[in-house]
């Protein structure tokens, strides 16, 4: 198993352009997520996803965008970046044990290291 | 109102000396509590977790981290460091079954001097 990939790796952005990062995962679970970290920050929830066709606010929204056509895609959209998008972006997944909720334990990407001029 | 407050930024041991990460919570319910390890240009790996079963948890690489809820900490101890432990350390808790109750702690920055 890959795990939780995510491309691309890097990425440098003028102000104003476009781009989506893809995650992808092959362990069949239903939770999704992208997180933004900065220094001194820890991670911050951008957007999840519950399940496949459906996504939903976290703690930092604005300026993003998601969509989970598939259940193993997950992907994040800026439509307009800016210089305060310069981040780490990091994708996770998790899985449920009753089928009513997600564990507490996500797996990680490596993440994608994001700069906007 | 849930919060994480990992007490140092940065932490510096010598090799095969006894470490100890500290993480205060604030919680407003019964957590559950995470250590999350990341290493450099990597993604986060779950180190341990307690999620109000045995106070004092056993994780990976040989950490353990215990449950103090009268000082409301979750400190992460390792009897021995290695060189291969030199990493970025955070501190997570989360209240109920909640997909976006999920706080990170900031973060310490483990160095491990040979």
């Known amino acids: 198993n890959a795990g939780v990939t995510q491309t691309p790796k890097f990425r440098v952005l003028k102000t104003g352009q476009s781009m989506t990062l893809l995650c992808a995962q092959d362990m069949n679970h239903e939770y999704m997520y992208w997180y933004r970290q900065d220094p001194g920050m820890g991670l911050r929830l951008i957007h999840y996803s519950v399940g496949e066709g459906t996504t939903a606010k976290g703690e930092v929204p604005d300026g993003y965008n998601v969509s989970r056509l598939k259940k193993q895609n997950f992907l994040l959209g800026l439509e307009s970046a800016a210089p305060s998008q310069t981040s780490v972006y990091f994708c996770?997944?998790?899985?449920?044990?009753?089928?009513?909720?997600?564990?507490?334990?996500?797996?990680f990407g490596p993440g994608t290291r994001l700069t906007v001029t | 109102a849930q919060s994480v407050t990992q007490l140092d930024s940065h932490v510096s041991v010598s090799e095969g000396t006894p470490v100890l990460l500290r993480c205060n919570y604030s919680s407003s319910y019964s957590p559950s509590l995470f250590w999350y390890v990341q290493h450099p240009n990597k993604g986060l790996q779950l180190l341990l977790k307690y999620t109000s079963a045995a106070t004092l948890v056993k994780g990976i690489n040989g950490f353990e981290a215990e449950f103090k809820k009268s000082e409301t900490s979750f400190h992460l101890t390792k009897p021995s460091a290695h060189m291969s432990d030199a990493a970025e350390y955070f501190c997570?808790?989360?209240?109920?079954?909640?997909?976006?109750?999920?706080?990170f702690g900031p973060g310490t920055s483990l160095s491990v001097i040979p």
């Open positions: 996770a997944s998790s899985y449920s044990t009753d089928g009513i909720a997600p564990t507490y334990e996500q797996y």
């Open positions: 997570v808790v989360s209240e109920e079954t909640s997909y976006d109750k999920v706080i």
